[in-house]
């Protein structure tokens, strides 16, 4: 009983010591059991130090990063990625409006880019017409899909269609971190002769081909 006594009255008072006081405030530094790196040895900015040669804390960025301030080159043309231009926002400078058309130069080269691009990320749910019968749809992994030929998405303009590819539309996710942003334009000017290809018109044929229609 005794040694029962003398053992519980130890077991309290390190009881208290450890949990009594947690939650105290206090200048000291914490005990730590895993540290999980939160604290680590760093240089303040702008301090001198005598682990790099030049006694700098700041140093350049090494050979072969990109700094933020590099510029793009987007169709031959350099711009910066947080310039306020209707080919990184799809809106016009100072506005929320869409631009109305694509501002690169659209080119079969860029339609041949755009065309190998929507298939590669836009069949899957879109299908190869655009008619948003991809596979996502056969195998049930997505009810609704968009139709690109609706007159409704026909008539919106491209930069609005720029900003659904860049930054997803509902149930469709944001593609702007896959397809480079030169490409994005691309995909536009493939989805428009994509569109294009349902509006034709019989005036639109020479009149020879005209000639041989039933
Ligand atoms: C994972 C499936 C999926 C993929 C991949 C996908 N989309 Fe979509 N997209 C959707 C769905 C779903 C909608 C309908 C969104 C809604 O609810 O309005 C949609 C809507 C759209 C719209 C209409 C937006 C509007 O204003 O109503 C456009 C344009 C479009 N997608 C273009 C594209 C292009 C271009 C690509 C390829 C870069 C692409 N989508 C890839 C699922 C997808």
Redesign the pocket.
Same mark, same amino acid.
């Given at each position: 009983m005794r040694y029962f006594l003398l053992i519980f009255g130890v077991l309290v008072v390190l009881v208290v010591l450890i949990a009594g006081r947690r939650g105290d405030l206090t200048r000291n530094r914490p005990l730590q059991i895993f540290p999980d790196m939160k604290r680590q040895l760093k240089l303040r900015p702008q301090t001198a130090n005598s682990f790099f040669v030049s006694g700098l804390s700041s140093q350049l960025p090494p050979p072969g990063t990109i700094a933020r301030s590099e510029p793009l080159n987007v169709g031959g043309q350099a711009v910066y990625p947080f310039e306020d231009l209707p080919v990184n926002t799809g809106r016009n400078p100072g506005t929320t409006n869409f631009v109305e058309l694509n501002p690169l130069p659209v080119t079969a080269q860029l339609l041949e880019r755009g065309q190998q691009?929507?298939g590669i990320?836009?069949t899957?749910?879109?299908g190869a017409t655009g008619e948003?019968k991809?596979i996502?749809q056969k195998i049930g992994a997505?009810a @609704? %899909?968009?139709n /690109?030929h609706?007159k409704?998405?026909v008539e919106?303009p491209d930069g609005?269609?720029f900003n659904?590819?860049s930054h997803g539309?509902?149930?469709?996710?944001a593609?702007a971190p896959q397809?480079a942003l030169e490409d994005?334009w691309a @995909? %536009?000017a493939y /989805?428009r002769a994509l569109q294009l290809s349902r509006l034709g018109a019989v005036d639109d044929l020479s009149p020879e081909v005209r000639a041989t229609l039933k």
């Open positions: 691009r929507y990320y836009c899957p749910c879109h948003g991809g996502t997505m @609704v %899909v968009a /690109l609706d409704r998405i919106l609005d269609l659904t590819i539309k509902n149930l469709m996710g593609y397809i994005r @995909v %536009v /989805l």
